[in-house]
């Protein structure tokens, strides 16, 4: 069994065909079916189905698949360590940072981060919370910033700030003029909301759901600034971080009664390596939090 084998068939899994997991891994087809047809031959087992041109995973393959992920994460672990000893002063962090914070709270962190490690590299992926939990599951992301009470089970973490939620409404809506709104008056109101796989999405759909009020959805997306300008324009009221809405003159923020608030995390793999870069990164935010 070789790596290169194992490789192409985590992305084959990933992507659900032959012919993008191709183009990911930069080869020709032909060489990525022949991979995975010595690979079933070696194990005697069938991983994939094969059906109009749709790939999909047997039983047995989902099995192969959480050894090989696992393979692939501690070979990356281990080339990276084994750099580490080499004493290499590059390096890379990878993490996903949700679309409303990378807009909000991450830049200056971002450039003050370069300016005390110039050496670094840092790649962002902007994605939801659900999304950000699977990639850093799956080893595509080292590091992410994941929202809720606690860190889900399979990751840790540390919490680094906690934000208001609040309504956001038009500056010249009746709520803005408000200190502070009933969360069944607002869940009345024509709701822009983001798509599922997003906290506040999550969110809504939990309180929605709690309170017993059927919503009247007007619109929804996962492009946090839509959702802002939609607001603007009178289509629906949303939700978001008080750090969002503020300062923006065309719309009020308005706090919850009672209050809401968001926890946020930076969480990576429970069982994962951390380089020297990840661990820096982690704890620069921690620092930088503290002092806020």
């Known amino acids: ?4 084998q194992i490789r192409t068939f985590v992305e084959i899994a990933r992507q659900q065909s032959f012919t993008r997991a191709a183009e990911r891994l930069h080869v020709a087809q032909p060489a990525v079916s022949m991979a995975i047809r010595k690979l079933e031959e070696e194990l005697e ?16 393959g989902e099995v192969f698949l959480r050894h090989a992920e696992r393979i692939l994460d501690n070979c990356r672990a281990a080339e990276t360590e084994m750099a580490e000893l080499r004493g290499l002063e590059r390096g890379e962090v990878r993490i996903g940072i949700p679309p409303m914070m ?11 981060f370069r300016e005390r490690y110039p050496h670094l590299q840092l790649s962002v992926n902007g994605e939801g ?10 080893g595509e992301i080292d590091i992410g910033v994941i929202a809720g009470g606690k860190v889900p089970e399979g990751l840790a973490g540390r919490r680094f700030l906690r934000e ?31 798509k599922e796989g997003y906290y506040m999405r999550e969110l809504m ?14 619109f929804e997306t996962n492009l946090f600034s839509l959702v802002r300008s939609l607001v603007k324009e009178g289509l629906g009221l949303s939700t978001f971080l008080r ?13 919850f009664d009672p209050p809401l608030h968001l926890d946020l995390w930076i969480a990576w793999k ?23």
């Not at 069994?1 to 290169?4: G, V, Y």
């Not at 919370?129 to 799956?138: F, K």
């Not at 759909?205 to 959805?217: A, F, M, N, T």
């Not at 994962?272 to 503290?290: I, K, M, Q, T």
């Open 270 to 292: 429970a069982d994962g390596y951390l380089s020297r870069a990840d661990r820096a990164f982690v704890d620069f935010l921690l620092e930088r939090a503290g002092e806020g």
């Open 102 to 112: 990378s807009s909000y709270y991450f830049p200056r962190v971002i450039c003050d």
């Open 45 to 60: 087992l069938t991983l994939l189905n094969r059906q109009d041109k749709r790939v999909s995973l047997t039983a047995e």
């Open 205 to 218: 759909d939990e309180l929605l759901h709690e309170s017993g009020i059927e919503p009247r959805v007007v």
């Open 243 to 255: 750090m969002v809405v503020a300062g923006d003159p065309e719309l009020a923020a308005v706090s």
């Open 164 to 194: 208001e939620i609040v309504a956001c409404v038009p500056a010249g809506h009746p709520l803005a003029a408000r200190g502070a709104v009933r969360l069944e008056a607002f869940l009345r109101e024509p709701l822009v909301l983001f």
């Open 129 to 138: 919370a659900a999304r950000i939990q699977r990639m850093i599951a799956r």
């Open 1 to 4: 069994m070789e790596l290169r």
